[in-house]
């Protein structure tokens, strides 16, 4: 179904497309195993929480930091708890959508044209939290992109959630201003090293030809 969407609007009525897609995640049901270092990132995540630190989460671009994410929802969702989830694009927010749709978790939406529902779980367009000046009533609240929240209009929706449990998930915590991210987090998670994640087949490495 990822081609019947644009500007990650589905063709049809949001709800008929989620029937759809529930359909065929029941055929072909989602791997609900984390792989190694996933599995290690979450318990370091939740020992950052216990020790009341804002840890930041660094992996690679495909290295899974949204599955990890929604797998920690799961888990919420099981003990009658709700997340929230904070990223910048619609593309984004439609993908953490279909990942917790394929998991079963009940959730809602915030961002123009979807209404928001009872449920606990929330995903939110970063944009839409920031000129709404949203506050989410969840039990935690993770930042994607955590990289982008430095400007003076996002680092607001931070300080504004600084009450809850905060987790930040970024590929690149080196910005090319040279800012540092210790205006939102206090603890940076190790990752495994981009190499070791190729030579396992997590991710598929780069080749540079020359030009000839």
């Known amino acids: ?34 792989r190694p270092y ?8 939740r020992q950052a929480i216990r020790d009341k630190r804002r840890p930041i989460s660094v992996l690679p671009t495909g290295a899974g930091k949204s599955h990890l994410s929604v797998l920690m929802s799961l888990a919420a969702a099981r003990k009658g708890k709700g997340l929230g989830f904070s990223t910048p694009r ?7 959508s279909r990942r917790m749709t394929g998991l ?9 044209g979807r209404k928001d529902n009872h449920h606990r779980t929330k995903i939110v367009s970063l944009h839409t939290a920031a000129r709404r000046k949203l506050v989410l009533d969840v039990d935690a609240v993770f930042f994607d992109e955590a990289h982008l ?3 003076e209009e996002f680092l607001a929706v931070v300080d504004r ?8 998930l970024t590929a690149t915590p080196w910005r090319s201003d040279g800012c540092g991210l210790g ?8 990752s495994p090293p981009i ?18």
């Open 149 to 151: 929240y430095l400007s």
């Open 1 to 34: 179904y990822a081609g019947a969407l644009i500007d990650a609007a589905p063709t049809i009525a949001y709800d008929r497309f989620l029937q759809r897609y529930g359909r065929v995640l029941r055929v072909f049901p989602p791997n609900l195993s984390p």
């Open 38 to 45: 996933q599995e290690a990132e979450i318990k370091a995540i």
């Open 90 to 96: 619609r593309d984004l927010v439609a993908a953490l």
């Open 104 to 112: 079963g978790i009940p959730h809602g939406l915030i961002m123009p």
């Open 161 to 168: 959630h600084r009450h809850l449990p905060s987790i930040f």
């Open 183 to 190: 205006r939102i987090a206090d603890l940076m998670l190790p």
């Open 195 to 212: 190499a070791d994640l190729i030579k396992q087949a997590f991710l598929v490495g780069t080749q540079f030809c020359r030009a000839r």
